[in-house]
């Protein structure tokens, strides 16, 4: 069954340091999304992605960057982690305008 | 810019009644479309129903149901003969289909069953 999948599930890491989330997808969806849930807030997106070499940013992408080198992968890298960026990360792609498929999370968190 | 709002924060049912959460989203492009995600406590997201914003016909998938008016700009979703493994967060989320895929999604709802 095709599948997404986030790695790792969870982190924990110091401030400063540049941490890499993985985000891998069978469906070969051409769209793949990166999403943070924070209590009170719901899910915001982060960065986005509707093929290979094309990025776009969301509404909270200050301090992420994501690459599209091939339709099955989007890592998102936090460029130098802050406390504020403790939070669940979600992955997630979809075909079009149809249903978001998620992975199961990553939980970071900012020390 | 489009916007989802949910203004109930949590919400109790007894089990096997039925249950309303409440959506409202804000648009003014004519195409667009309506989803329902349940996240349980084991942190998944879950689809579960979704409305077009041309379907003539509300949305249904089981016991869920999609109470969707239009000129309120709301997209109620009804759940009947509520069971224990329906508490979860409700989230509602928006997809203009302009922005190929993109979602808006609202705060959610904590719903919890009573036995």
């Known amino acids: 069954d095709a599948e997404i999948t986030q790695s790792p599930r969870h982190k924990i890491t110091e401030t400063g340091r540049q941490v890499t989330l993985a985000c891998h997808q069978t469906w070969n969806h051409n769209n793949m999304f990166w999403y943070r849930q924070d209590l009170g807030h719901g899910l915001r997106l982060i960065h986005y992605?509707?093929?290979?070499?094309?990025?776009n940013k969301g509404e909270v992408s200050d301090g992420y960057s994501v690459s599209r080198s091939n339709t099955e992968d989007l890592p998102l890298t936090l460029e130098s982690a802050a406390s504020s960026q403790t939070s669940v990360y979600f992955c997630?792609?979809?075909?079009?305008?149809?249903?978001?498929?998620f992975g199961s999370g990553t939980q970071l968190s900012v020390l | 810019a489009q916007k989802i709002t949910q203004t109930q924060p949590g919400m109790f049912v007894q089990e096997k009644e039925a249950v309303t959460l409440d959506c409202t989203y804000d648009t003014s492009d004519p195409s667009y479309g309506l989803f329902w995600y349940k996240q349980p406590s084991s942190g998944e997201m879950i689809f579960l129903i979704y409305q077009g914003s041309y379907d003539q016909q509300n949305a249904t998938e089981g016991r869920y149901s999609l109470n969707f008016q239009k000129a309120r700009k709301s997209a109620n979703l009804v759940i009947s003969a509520s069971q224990l493994g329906d508490s979860a967060m409700y989230f509602c989320a928006m997809i203009l289909n302009t922005n190929a895929g993109k979602s808006t999604f609202g705060d959610g709802t904590t719903l919890t069953v009573k036995p």
């Open positions: 992605s509707y093929g290979v070499h094309d990025t």
């Open positions: 997630a792609s979809s075909e079009s305008n149809e249903k978001l498929f």
